[in-house]
């Protein structure tokens, strides 16, 4: 869906999908968006050219699919190439946040990570947990290296990328089962896709011998960044015994030393394999290729070789770039078991060595040499494996992973139906409503709580279509757990209360108590008699007392919530106005304190029921006959709701996981309450100016219960009137807790009777004007 200045996500929304309904659509009409992370050309080494692969190969099997490269660099002044739209500074943690949002303000519909160790700042590079906890967008890791064994902080590294990560990538069986096994990765999220490979017709005799003026000479070669685990001692010490029956032999080694071997010790590590071939009376049968060697280079190079040789130490490489490479191009290979070669090289594809032993090696060589024949053989099976790993064949796994990640359900909800009233009697017993579900089902474990009871009450009393009987029966249900709740002693509420209707706390937190008064205030103002409401501001005026000792933000604006409530109809209640002097004095003191540049808010951070603070401020700004205060209500609100709203358009409330984090905004875990606190501050905001864009702002909260949200996912069912506990990086929380449910027939309560009970100027059709509309704006006397 696109929108812009001129046309109302409203207008955008029923174009798309019809104005009754949610989002209709599975897949959007728009391009996809990837954004692929990891290091990247010009950078020399294995994932800058896998990663380099996979954006070539990706175009062109997908010349649809706009890929954005995000390239990791060890300085702020490294090379970049033109296709990469950002550097990562390794090391600067604010690098990774920034990345993070930009990924978000790109409408990216996948984020694709090529992790490996050592390509990222932190212990066990744990500053990409930075950038992977800021997107918004599902999650691929394709892991380069897995270990079996790892220390602590690679565990905590490893767990958190499997927990956040929408689909993992391993090349190889070992993979997926040491990902199950040691970091608890469900099997269903894991895509085993091969390391993929040029696809070249087979060469038999490079054309580089007689460039190189080779002749005949046997070749065998090893490739790749020089370093001690790369088993060259052993392969040099195998020369001797294999040079006794060839002595023209050539052992090339091509690759340049690894760049932090050389910044550590230069070619101290080269030299001495130098000096062992000289001592062992075989320098003349090596040939030394020092430099990093492009693909197509590379590829050429690998053609040259009889025989190529992976004498690598380490039996738990599960990659090896170059040895896919020479399978695919038809080499004899010749390697150590470890994790990558043990696969690919099954079913005589390659001879495997028992360890990195010279006599191994060399006893593999000899027999190589002496039978050409075994030897072509063996090079046509390794060509014939190579044809399910060519690059093609690969691309096209890949987009089918991009796509499959990306690719929302498509639903249709009703979107103006109230929801069943069926899922509160569920919840509800002859105590009060439950606090958590297990799945669908009441969780009795957990009891009760006064902050979900003071819900129920506002619920019931803003429901006109439930009947006489029933209202006065839940009105006392709920109510009686409020009064229950008065701990007098104190002159605080409780909030806890165990399944067998034990309390479990004398006082409960300020936030609970502030929400109890918003309930009492709001059913003061829609008790369905008088006697309801004159219970009510009776309670409310008992306790109020407690409001002047808040200190919390969010409970002073519930407090003050429901202080402005009662006095739509007590409006001689001097307790209530007093919360509502103290509250918005607060609250305004605090905006105008912690605000700064791009962040107009109270806080240095967002944290749950953000919307009721701005919600709080103009209405006391409106009680109070306060421009300043009411202005800065409407302030806050335009900005909240301008960061909660995704480059696609949807809404995208702070998620849990980033509560507390000064100057951000983390996409997960969704809740509920969020889009309800908005359409209520909306809804306030849109009676207060009667300016179009907050009913906009309204229905783009509302579309998030629908599936207009990050996961395309219906949170909410009007049919069954039960809400999921949130949306999570994975999809939806299928928990239904009291919460949840409140928050959504109370959000739609908001929508039905500001909006499209009596309609709004959206739907006459009327301009973008001052309304003032009624009955609202009779509430504050001029």
Not at 10 to 15: S, V
Not at 213 to 222: A, V
Not at 573 to 595: F, M, P, Q, T
Not at 716 to 735: F, K, P, Q
Request: net charge negative; with cysteine.
């Amino acid at each position: 869906m696109k929108f812009d200045g001129e046309t109302s996500f409203l207008t955008a929304f029923n174009d798309e999908h019809g104005s009754s309904f949610g989002p209709a659509s599975g897949i959007t009409a728009r391009a996809r968006r990837l954004a692929l992370i990891g290091c990247f050309r010009p950078r020399q080494c294995g994932i800058a050219t896998f990663t380099a692969d996979v954006y070539d190969h990706l175009r062109a099997t997908r010349p649809d699919l706009a890929i954005d490269i995000y390239a990791m660099r060890l300085r702020g002044n490294d090379a970049s190439d033109p296709a990469a739209v950002a550097g990562i500074d390794e090391g600067d943690s604010n690098a990774y946040r920034a990345a993070a949002e930009a990924i978000n303000a790109s409408g990216a519909d996948a984020v694709w990570l090529q992790h490996e160790f050592g390509i990222f700042g932190g212990p066990a590079g744990d500053m990409i947990l930075g950038l992977v906890d800021r997107i918004a967008a599902p999650l691929i890791v394709t892991f380069h290296t897995i270990l079996a064994e790892p220390g602590p902080d690679q565990r905590r590294v490893m767990e958190h990328l499997v927990a956040k990560a929408a689909k993992l990538v391993v090349m190889s069986a070992f993979g997926r089962d040491t990902l199950v096994g040691v970091y608890g990765a469900k099997p269903e999220r894991i895509e085993l896709i091969e390391h993929g490979t040029p696809d070249r017709p087979f060469v038999e005799r490079s054309l580089l011998r007689a460039s190189l003026g080779l002749g005949d000479r046997p070749i065998m070669s090893t490739f790749g960044l020089i370093g001690p685990g790369k088993g060259l001692e052993a392969a040099i010490r195998a020369l001797p015994a294999i040079a006794a029956q060839y002595p023209d032999i050539l052992y090339r080694i091509v690759g340049a030393t690894h760049p932090n071997l050389v910044t550590a010790e230069g070619e101290a590590y080269r030299n001495s394999l130098v000096a062992l071939a000289e001592e062992l009376g075989v320098a003349d049968n090596i040939a030394w290729e020092n430099r990093f060697l492009d693909l197509p280079d590379l590829l050429e190079q690998i053609e040259l070789c009889d025989i190529y040789l992976a004498p690598y130490p380490n039996l738990a490489q599960i990659t090896s770039g170059t040895l896919a490479y020479a399978v695919a191009l038809g080499r004899a290979v010749v390697a150590t078991p470890f994790v990558h070669a043990r696969e690919l090289l099954a079913d005589e594809v390659g001879i495997l060595l028992p360890a990195a032993e010279s006599e191994a090696i060399s006893e593999a060589a000899l027999l190589l040499l002496a039978h050409p024949d075994e030897r072509r053989a063996l090079q046509a099976r390794a060509y014939a494996r190579g044809r399910r790993t060519a690059w093609p064949e690969i691309a096209r796994s890949f987009a089918a992973l991009v796509e499959e990640v990306a690719t929302v359900p498509g639903h249709r909800e009703p979107r103006r139906m109230f929801p069943a009233f069926g899922a509160i009697r569920a919840l509800s017993d002859d105590v009060g409503i439950l606090q958590h579900g297990a799945g669908l089902v009441p969780d009795r474990n957990h009891g009760y709580c006064i902050d979900d009871n003071a819900r129920a009450l506002m619920l019931v009393n803003a429901s006109p279509s439930i009947g006489d009987e029933e209202y006065g029966l839940l009105f006392a249900r709920y109510a009686a757990f409020l009064r229950h709740g008065w701990n007098a002693d104190r002159g605080v509420f409780r909030n806890f209360m165990s399944y067998d209707r034990r309390w479990l706390e004398e006082e409960g937190s300020e936030d609970s108590n502030g929400r109890t008064l918003w309930a009492l205030g709001h059913g003061a103002a829609h008790g369905r008699s008088r006697a309801h409401a004159d219970w009510c501001a009776g309670l409310f005026s008992q306790t109020a007392a407690l409001a002047a000792e808040l200190k919390s933000p969010r409970a002073i604006a519930f407090a003050l919530l429901g202080a402005d409530e009662l006095l739509a109809r007590y409006s001689g209640n001097a307790a209530a106005l007093a919360i509502v002097e103290r509250g918005g004095a607060l609250l305004h003191a605090l905006w105008k304190s912690a605000r700064r540049t791009s962040w107009d808010w109270f806080e240095p951070m967002l944290a749950y029921d953000n919307a009721r603070l701005a919600e709080a401020l103009m209405r006391a700004g409106r009680r109070l006959a306060s421009v300043p205060i009411e202005e800065a209500g409407i302030a806050a609100l335009d900005w909240l709701c301008d960061i909660q709203t995704s480059e696609a358009g949807h809404f995208r409330p702070m998620g849990c996981e980033g509560f507390g984090a000064a100057g951000e905004l983390f996409p997960f875990d969704q809740q509920p309450l969020e889009a309800w606190a908005t359409i209520d501050a909306c809804a306030t905001a849109y009676r207060l100016s009667g300016k179009l864009r907050w009913h906009d702002r309204a229905e783009r909260a509302y579309g998030w219960f629908l599936g207009a949200n990050d996961r395309g996912a219906v949170i909410a069912s009007s049919a069954t009137g039960r809400c999921c506990d949130g949306l999570t990086r994975h999809g939806v929380n299928s928990n239904v807790g009291a919460e949840s449910v409140l928050a959504f027939h109370l959000a739609h309560r908001a929508m039905a009777d500001t909006f499209w009970a009596r309609g709004t100027a959206k739907d006459t059709g009327a301009n973008d004007v001052d309304l003032q509309s009624e009955p609202y704006a009779a509430q504050y006397p001029s």
